[in-house]
């Protein structure tokens, strides 16, 4: 059967062809519409022509069987495909807002919108990172907005499933990406590890805050390959203002080897989110790039450096996880917080890349206004921040892997679920203390926590207090904790 001509009118299996919005060398993009679909639909045509790339129709095949696994706010919904073998097309949601391409007009970016532009889109990746999927081809062009904010990833042809075939990487020896963005694992043909969308998203927080790219735009494999092993001039060189914590998150996300950056998109996510607690090493202070002489000793003799044979990246769900420990500081809470270091510290055994998140809640006054002093002159919230860093010291976790956050709100359960979820916690530890009237009439934190929570959540009961039931589905263990999935 001869190729459709396509225009403006057609109709192609119910779906009526508007305008032509772009037309690139490996595709075609049409406005359509269709009478059993309201939401403006965009609908994807593969280039089939004399001459064209051979990896735009495997890209094409790539995108048909991973975009309809893929759910959320962070992708453009899976309408329709066609038959591949009389009409290729893709047929989908259409992103009302724009790409992040006109931004480069304005380089560079005030440090706040970096930051916020950097949690938007480290969050989009760990919601695409945990369906299995990494995009490899993160740059502004592949990233839209919503209306209501998020960051939409499209344009799936490079990426790869952990459970599809990975016919990009069978098919073809040369890497495939856009090479300012290529992580260097990348260039040695490894498509793997998710951690190559957290050193794409380095590159596009270095761009936005200097307003060049940290390793140009090579057009050779040879030029594409210096990434290896030459460091990028830091960004406080070329932007005195940029903060020390961002310049650390930065050179950390360019990293040479995927396990030298974050463990996650959502851990890069949390460190955006919050500055004060990026440990700084010497990356943030640095201001040149390495000598002559180290760039030749790493390019000819560094062990350390990612190989074709390096194929071992991070699972997000199993290898580090975020455990919040949501820790009662009150004096008649001790027993509970005596518990729940316990119990972290035997979760911490068998999660050795984990990140713990300690909470607290500075419970507030609904109509009052209250007092951010103690009676002896003392700010509540820094004290608060004292004595949860005390708890924790038993744990004897390393700077980096720990955290502490006081949250102030009129409702604890409210604020500790906001946390989990804006942080893509994975596994939420609080306490629950001793039953009451009140908590039987109002319902404790505890389990409206449990109960809601977007997460795992475990909730411990000290034996020395006397155990009241959950108002959730449970099982306890021996610790006398109770674990809801």
Not at 37 to 65: N, Q, T, Y
Not at 123 to 140: C, G, I, Y
Not at 440 to 450: F, T, Y
Request: overall charge neutral; glycine content about 6%.
């Amino acid at each position: 059967m001869s190729p459709l001509r396509l225009e403006t009118g057609l109709s192609l299996d119910g779906f009526l062809l508007g305008e032509l919005i772009h037309r690139g060398g490996m595709a075609t993009i049409w406005g359509v519409s269709h009478p059993d679909h309201s939401l403006p639909l965009l609908m994807k045509v593969p280039v089939m022509s004399e001459g064209v790339d051979p990896a735009a129709i495997v890209g094409f095949e790539m995108e048909e069987m991973i975009l309809p696994r893929l759910t959320g706010p962070h992708v453009p919904r899976y309408i329709a495909q066609g038959d591949f073998e009389v009409q290729p097309y893709l047929v989908m949601e259409r992103i009302p807002g724009a790409s992040l391409l006109p931004l480069l007009n304005d380089l560079p970016l005030p440090v706040e919108a970096v930051q916020t532009l950097g949690v938007r889109i480290a969050t989009a990746l760990d919601d695409l990172h945990r369906q299995h999927v990494v995009h490899l081809d993160v740059k502004p062009s592949n990233l839209l907005t919503r209306p209501t904010g998020e960051i939409v990833l499209v344009d799936f042809g490079l990426s790869h499933h952990d459970e599809l075939p990975d016919l990009m990487g069978e098919e073809f020896r040369l890497p495939y990406g856009t090479a300012p963005y290529m992580a260097p694992e990348q260039v040695l043909g490894q498509r793997k590890d998710p951690r190559s969308d957290q050193f794409a998203l380095g590159v596009l927080l270095y761009f936005f805050v200097t307003g060049r790219r940290p390793f140009g735009d090579p057009q050779r494999l040879s030029g594409l390959k210096k990434r290896l092993w030459r460091d990028p001039v830091p960004p406080r060189k070329l932007r005195p203002d940029c903060p020390p914590w961002l310049q650390e998150v930065i050179l950390r996300c360019l990293e040479v080897h995927p396990a030298w950056r974050y463990p996650t998109a959502a851990h890069l996510a949390m460190a955006l989110q919050h500055p004060d607690q990026v440990k700084l090493t010497a990356r943030a202070s640095r201001l040149h790039q390495d000598p002559l002489l180290t760039v030749i000793r790493r390019r000819f003799s560094d062990p350390n450096r990612p190989s074709a044979k390096d194929r071992t990246p991070t699972r997000h769900d199993g290898d580090a996880p975020i455990l919040a420990v949501a820790i009662d500081l009150a004096p008649e809470a001790a027993p509970i917080a005596e518990t729940l270091r316990t119990m972290v510290a035997r979760m911490l055994t068998t999660l050795p890349g984990a990140r713990v998140a300690c909470l607290n809640v500075l419970k507030q006054g609904r109509i009052t206004l209250d007092t951010t002093l103690d009676d002896q002159g003392r700010n509540i919230h820094h004290q608060r921040l004292v004595e949860l860093r005390n708890w924790a010291l038993p744990l004897e976790l390393e700077e980096g892997r720990i955290s502490f956050h006081v949250l102030e709100s009129t409702d604890p359960a409210a604020a500790i679920l906001h946390y989990a979820s804006s942080n893509h916690v994975d596994h939420m530890v609080l306490g629950a203390r001793a039953g009451s009237l009140r908590r039987s009439l109002l319902g404790s934190v505890s389990s409206q926590v449990a109960a809601q929570a977007p997460c795992t959540v475990t909730v411990v009961r000290s034996r020395r207090l006397r155990r009241a039931g959950l108002a959730v589905d449970a099982a306890e263990d021996d610790s006398g904790s109770w674990t809801v999935g």
